[in-house]
Each structure stands twice: as structure tokens, then as C-alpha cells.
């Protein structure tokens, strides 16, 4: 398959970030299948990636940056291509971590080739229930199979070889993006040489699990979503995938950050109306959160996303259950960093796991960013965070 | 309207509670409608209340105990009847606060006279968004007039009355029941001689707000809502209801204790089987606790109560936003209880309510019970609250 290569702007810096891949490559065939953790096999699989700057001639300056849930490959740039992603859309927009990527900012394109590919069971360009079933000529739907982060990273690590990329100068990513890291530095150990976790933990809390349980039910008890057959319908679960979304966005902001932002303040009047519509500001952000996020994400994939994120349990599946263990075998040097009010990924878990590395001999930075904005600081605090990236990626290193 | 007594046999002491007052009563008429703090009125109002022990001939040990968000009048000794609640049913069950009230109990019915009634637009006998409209003949559903927390007490007065009790010993409650205890003390300063203010501040934040608005919106998007008119239909909005219970059952936990209670456990299995459905413990927990709710409770019911619930601010209503100025109306001893890990009336909140108190020359109580129970822990915890309760009650005071 032929690369297709444009030029993109970006429009939050002066330097353009020049030409960018993206592109979607078959990975695995129908003949030769991906087999998943769970042992079922999935093929064809398509990903879909972008990538940004240049890939030396030694191809050892190659920065993987990992998306999160809702997130995609289109991490940098201005994207002027409207994909077709079945009953989705992106609107022309600058990549969601443009402010991290380009020319001269943290992961900076004049020295890295940063590449970002959307992950298995996503509806952004990567195979996913949305995508048409071989055998039936239809979308998987719910007939997709249980994919695992371990399994997305095993389709990174496949496009890493694609694209002849033996050893990662660094992964990176935040909450979800930040799992991934983990997982390729506890998977790869060989091909990793820096790898850097935000707002992430090895595990979910038992109340992470409560709260996408609920989003789940929210979809699944919605009369539309017809056992996850709702492509070729005028509506999909529309109305409880909205709930699953209002309700995932109060965990990714603090008490105090909704405090600041909202309070209890109303929206566009000064005496209430009494009525059991919208009166609060916080009622009708929430509702616009969920209405625009209806417009771009399909259900399925948010129902495979967030149970991916529910299994995930680095300790359980590379040592025993024991997270000392299973870093024994990192040999990267990682940098984990938490935001104090995040109550998603609490810092106390993202230490918990800096202290386990560094039991291990691992050369390892734990950074607690003082923040207001909950778990959806690593997004914010471009200044913070930006400033970390950009001391540890060029920092010497053991190696 | 003759008073109905029967026994009632206490399951979780020797003693029974004894006779109990289980009673319907119309308290404001269609002619003589309440008028609500909106300025509409609503009329007939017929509340349902229990009472336990007797008054005395002074009329000077009656205590009122306030019921949260989905309680009811049975708040003590074990009910036999079953009440008809339109759609909804309740099992002969202890009262809720068993463990609270009954002879030698904390409230001790020995010596007090304890009374709860159902509040204004619960689904529990006392008229509400179930009740039948007479100008229409059939439910209010939706056009049930919007009521606060105010209208509440205010209908609660106008029941003491009716039992000819001019000032009560005592309120106390937990929950939005707290929040009642602390209007009865700002609404009612010369009828009220102890407040007992138990896990509840004086206003919901905006994460709080934010929790309402989804459980709301959930309920609402329901295609089974009917803008309300479900009484007449087969089935309501179930699959929402239940969502909005397992979503607010999480914030009445502390992550401490869900993380004891069910961590990452798996559901009656040692290894997960990979699919969309309930894998562990958590998931199952929630799922009972959605599907009971919805057999027990009313969907119109629970969005009034949360809008009542948004919209109490005690400053707002009586002190011209500022707490401490509002605090100077009240003349009764007050305990404030918090627990250490309520996050859904932070201990911090409840304590500057208890600073805002004392700053006005009040005598006030206020502790902060250590506790891995989050905002449950007022039921949870009958050991630390009884004792707490039963020093607060028999204290001299100031009078």
C-alpha cells in the first residue's frame, strides 16, 4: 500500500510541522490473523497512523506517542482531511497534542520522527467493531472480539516493524496512552529505550472499574442500541452513550478545578427558573460534553475501550500479581508523572509505581505536578508537562 | 382523619418498638392549597408520617428525624403492611434507622416521642409527582409543581401542628436529612431545641451538582420517560433510573471502601471470561443495587428530590449568600458530624459550617468521625453515631 504523504500546518505554532504520514496499513491478513491475548484471532487488522518529522538514517530517534480513549492518530498538525470513519466525523482540527509536538516544542520534529497510530477497537481508522466483518459482510459490532492493551501494543510493535523500526527512542502518553507505556516497556524491554507515563498507574481502582461499569450500562440498557446493531439504524445509543460521557468527564476534572470553573453558578441568567431542565453552569457544560461527543465516538468501541482499561492489570500479567516483579523487567528509563488532584490515577498509585521501578534498579523520575485540573491536567498544563518531556527526552540516559 | 395504631415487633432488639402511629394525614387542602417557595401551590398535600414512645403531657420530648434521598416515614421498628406506592412496592422490612431508634436505642423512645415523616415529592405516601392531579385525574408526573427543601420543613411544621407539638427537642438527620435538620434551625429558630446535622453541608458543590445533572439526564433520555407520563405504561424509565442509583450509589463510597470491599475481585470466578458483560464484583454490586432501586422507586420522584437537593444553599436563602449572616438566626444547640471520607459532603465543607455557627455565639458540636465508609457511613457506622446521638440528646444544653 502506498504512502500517502501532505503538508499540514499548525496553526498553534509559526513553523509549519512539514510533512506529515498518514496513512492506514494492513498489518495482518485474514490468512495471517493477529492473535489476541484472549487467544481468538482478528484479521484483517488496518492501522491507521500519523507521523511527523524524519526518521534517521541509524532509525533510533523514533518517539511513539500513545493516544487516549477518545483519542486518535492525528496527534500533531492541522488536520484538513475529513475522515470517514462510518457514522462519525472529525472536523478540521489541530491534532490533540499539538501542543506538545512540532518543530522546537517538547517532542520536537526537527530531531524526532514521532509517530502516533489510533489503537485496536477505536472507530478512527484502526479495526474496530465499526469495521466490516470478513465473514459477514457487516460490522462486527458486538462480534468483535475482547481486545487487551497488551494486544494494542502487540499491533504498535508490528507497525514499528513496518515501518523498520527496531528500537522506540521513547513512548509516551497520558491516562490510557500512559497504560500503553507501561505495557511496552514491561512487553519490550529490548525496544524501548525511554518511556514516559502521565496520569496513569498500573491498574485501575476498584472505583475506576464502578465508574466505566456504569457508562456501560448507560449503552447497553439503551433501547437503540439493539445488542450493538445499531449501524444501519437512524439512531444509535445515542442518549446513554451521552450519560457515559458526561459522566467519565466529571472523573477527569478535580472538586476544586469544577469549583473554579462552574461552582454552583447559573447558566446565562441570575435567578433560577425552577424547573428540571438546565439551571446550573456545570448542567449545561455537561450536556454539551455529551451531545458533541455523541456526534464524534462510536458506542461499541467506547464499550471495547473502557473494558480494555478495565482488564489491565500490569502487576497480575508480568509478575504474578506482584508489580515488583513484573518490573524486573523494564529496561527503559521511565519517567511517571501524576497530578496531585487526580482521582482517576491518584498520585499515591503513580508513586506506588515509581517506587517499584526504582526497587528494581530501573533509573526512573517521579514527578507529582501540583495541579487544580484533575486527571485532565497532562492535556492542560501544556507548560508543566512540556518542560518535563522535554528535560527527560533529552536527557542523556543510562545507555 | 382517625389515627391508626398497631404493634410492630423490633427485629434487631429484645424490645419491642411498641405502638407506633403509622398515619396519612391531609395537612393542606385543594381550597387551602400549601404555597410553595416558588409561589405556586399545591393542594390536597397528604403526608404520611410514623411515630414511636409517647408525648408527654408537655409536649416537650418530641424528636424529628429526617430522611435522606430515597427513605421513607418507616424509620423504625420492623413493617408489616405493604404499602401501595402506585408502581412501586416495599418489603416488611426494619425501619431504616432501627439501629437509631427504640427503647434504650440512642433516640430513645423511652423518653422521646420520634417522629419521621415522608417528604414533599418522595414516592413513599406523602403527595408527590405520583400522586393524582385533581384537576386532571391522573398523575402529576412532570407537571408536579418543582419543590425545595424549604417546602419540605415547611410542610413538616404544619405537621406539628397537627400533633400540637410547638418546639421539638430535637431534629436530626443524615444526608439530604441533614440538610432538612439545618433549615428546620435557620426556618424555625424557636420550634427547634437540638440540631443534629449528620454528613451534609449546608449546599451541594458543583462535582455534587454534576452527579445530579447525569443521573438526571439519564433518566430523562430514557425513551421509556415519556416527558414523565409513564404511570400508564407497562414499563418506565427502568434502565435509566437504575443507572442514575449505581451512579450515585458510587459517590455514597469512599474509594477506600470499595477498594476493601470488592477491589478488583472477579464476580463468582477466578479467571475473567472476556466479554462486555459483568466480570467483577464492583459491576455486580451496582447492577443489584440499579435493578432493586428501580422496583422500589420512582423515576419523577428521584428527579424532583435531586432538584431540591441542587438547589439548597442555605447562605443563598438566608443570609444573602453569606453563611455566617444566616447562621445568626439560629437558636438551637447544633452537632455537626462529618466522616473523613465523605467526598459527597466533604468534612471540610461541614466544618466551616460548624466555624460559621460558632462565629454567631452558638453552642456547636462538630466532629469529624474517622471512617474508610465515605458518605454512608451515618448508616454504616451505628456504633460511633449512636454514641455520639445519645451524649448529644441527653446533654443539658444551653436552656
Redesign the interface.
Known amino acids: 500500500m502506498a504512502r500517502k504523504k501532505r503538508e499540514v500546518d499548525s496553526p498553534t505554532s509559526d513553523a509549519s510541522v512539514g510533512w506529515v504520514e498518514a496513512e492506514t496499513v494492513e498489518l495482518f491478513t485474514a490468512e495471517n490473523p493477529l492473535t489476541l491475548k484472549?487467544g481468538e484471532t482478528l484479521g484483517p487488522v488496518m492501522v491507521e497512523y500519523e507521523a511527523y518529522g524524519k526518521l534517521n538514517a541509524a532509525k533510533d530517534n523514533a518517539v511513539l506517542v500513545l493516544h487516549a480513549l477518545s483519542g486518535d492518530a492525528h496527534a500533531a498538525g492541522w488536520d484538513k482531511k475529513i475522515a470517514d470513519t462510518g457514522r462519525h466525523w472529525r472536523a478540521d482540527r489541530p491534532g490533540w497534542w499539538d501542543a506538545m509536538i512540532g518543530p522546537g516544542k517538547p517532542i520536537d520534529t526537527n530531531r524526532f520522527y514521532v509517530i502516533c497510530s489510533n489503537f485496536l477497537g477505536s472507530c478512527y481508522g484502526t479495526t474496530g467493531p465499526s469495521s466490516v466483518n470478513p465473514q459477514t459482510g457487516k460490522p462486527y459490532a458486538?462480534d468483535f472480539p475482547?481486545v487487551m492493551i497488551s494486544d494494542w501494543v502487540r499491533v504498535q510493535a508490528e507497525l514499528m516493524d513496518h515501518l523498520g523500526i527496531d528500537k522506540l527512542y521513547a513512548v509516551v502518553g497520558g491516562s490510557l496512552g500512559g497504560q500503553q507505556a507501561i505495557e511496552w516497556a514491561l512487553a519490550y524491554p529490548e525496544r524501548v529505550k525511554k518511556a514516559i507515563v502521565l496520569a496513569a498507574a498500573p491498574?485501575?481502582?476498584?472505583?475506576g472499574?464502578?465508574?466505566n461499569?456504569?457508562g456501560?450500562?448507560?449503552i447497553?440498557?439503551?433501547?437503540?442500541f439493539q445488542h450493538g446493531d445499531y449501524y444501519d439504524q437512524k439512531e444509535g445509543p445515542d442518549?446513554g452513550l451521552?450519560?457515559a460521557r458526561?459522566?467519565a468527564h466529571?472523573t477527569y476534572l478535580s472538586?476544586e478545578a469544577?469549583?473554579e470553573?462552574?461552582?454552583?453558578r447559573l447558566q446565562d441568567k441570575e435567578k433560577?427558573d425552577?424547573?428540571?431542565g438546565q439551571?446550573?453552569q456545570?448542567?449545561s457544560y455537561?450536556?454539551y460534553q455529551?451531545r458533541t461527543f455523541v456526534e464524534r465516538f462510536d458506542a461499541n468501541s467506547y464499550?471495547?475501550i473502557t473494558?480494555a482499561m478495565?482488564?489491565y492489570?500490569a502487576a497480575a500479567d508480568w509478575g504474578g500479581g506482584n508489580l515488583d516483579q513484573a518490573c524486573k523487567r523494564v529496561k527503559a528509563d521511565v519517567m511517571v508523572v501524576s497530578f496531585s488532584t487526580d482521582?482517576l490515577y491518584?498520585p499515591d498509585e503513580c508513586e506506588a509505581f515509581a517506587r517499584a521501578l526504582t526497587r528494581n534498579g530501573s533509573p526512573v523520575t517521579y514527578v507529582d505536578v501540583p495541579s487544580a485540573y484533575g486527571h485532565d491536567a497532562f492535556l492542560i498544563q501544556v507548560d508543566e508537562v512540556g518542560h518535563l518531556l522535554r528535560h527527560f527526552l533529552t536527557a542523556r540516559g543510562r545507555a
Open positions: 484472549t458486538c475482547v491498574r485501575l481502582s476498584a472505583q472499574l464502578a465508574f461499569a456504569v456501560r450500562h448507560s447497553m440498557k439503551d433501547p437503540q442518549a451521552a450519560t458526561m459522566l466529571i472538586e469544577m469549583d470553573k462552574f461552582g454552583r433560577p425552577f424547573h428540571l439551571e446550573f456545570i448542567e455537561l450536556e455529551g464499550l471495547y473494558r478495565d482488564y492489570d482521582w491518584p
